[in-house]
């Protein structure tokens, strides 16, 4: 896993070099290059590798993933949006590039990961990269990412459509769907079967609901310190979250019933790697 990161921290530096003018390629490269814990492009690799492709095949998307996380990342955290002053441990991006470029960085890393895919995949099947783009495509819009971005802003202050279909809409759009991106993206470049697909599919979803509900647990029971973010915002703001619908303890069973069905997919591929991810978040919500 360890070894996957570093790989894939490498290729985003060089990815990501600074030219003219470089206030912005300064800002795309400051949340892409902030520690992160990776787990999309390593999911995407691992896809990847469990189909029997070549895992630097997948490199370019896997970084493109990152990216349009880092993205999400940067316009999560504007005033306008969720108005957050730390990400990754340090001042979130507009603290530092203000928010005119801080909003033209996350603009700039939603295409630059398409151009990326393009012009580094030239080796691969057409149709492969084609399929990749259509997935890329779709969650990077208004019928993946911004969709869920936008029931979750417009939830906020309506308490008549704080309901678990609300929140189960907002988790798979907001949050799986870039874990659908990546198992699935890496899954295509090896050329897997459509039912293989379908399958990532599946398990993204899970895995994306389960990924939300862990985060929602940690905003309740972890620290600055350990997360790099500001702790508790969700609560303050009456946020619709698993834990403010669940409570702390249902959520805690709803999480443990969902790592239990993901590992029955997982045990299936023998994939250590995805083991070791879920079982990290078992142990830190044990805690
Ligand atoms: C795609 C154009 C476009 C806009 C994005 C702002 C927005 C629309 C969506 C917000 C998406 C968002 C911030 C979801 C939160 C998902 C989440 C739990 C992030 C934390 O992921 P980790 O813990 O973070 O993997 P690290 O820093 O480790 O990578």
Known sequence: MNNLIEKVNQKLEEYMDIRYPESIFNSMKYTVTLPGKRLRPVMCLEACRIFGGNIEDAMPIACAIEMLHAQSLIHDDLPCMDNDDFRRGKPSNHKVFGEAIATLA?????????????????NLPPERVLKVLREYTKIAGAYGLIAGQVVDIESEGDESVKNAETLEFIHTHKTADLFRLALKSGAIIAGASDTKIQEMDDLAQKFGIAFQIYDDILDEISTF?????????????????????????????????????????????????????VKQMELKIAK
């Open 106 to 122: 996350g603009d700039a890393l939603l295409s630059y990961g398409p151009q990326l895919i393009i012009e580094k995949s030239v």
């Open 225 to 277: 310190e350990d997360l790099g973010k500001t702790i508790g915002k969700d609560k303050a703001s009456g946020k619709l979250t698993y834990v403010s619908l669940y409570g702390l303890e249902d959520s805690k069973k709803k999480l443990n019933s969902l790592f239990a069905e993901i590992y029955d997919i997982i045990d299936k591929y023998h994939s250590e790697i995805l083991k070791n991810i």
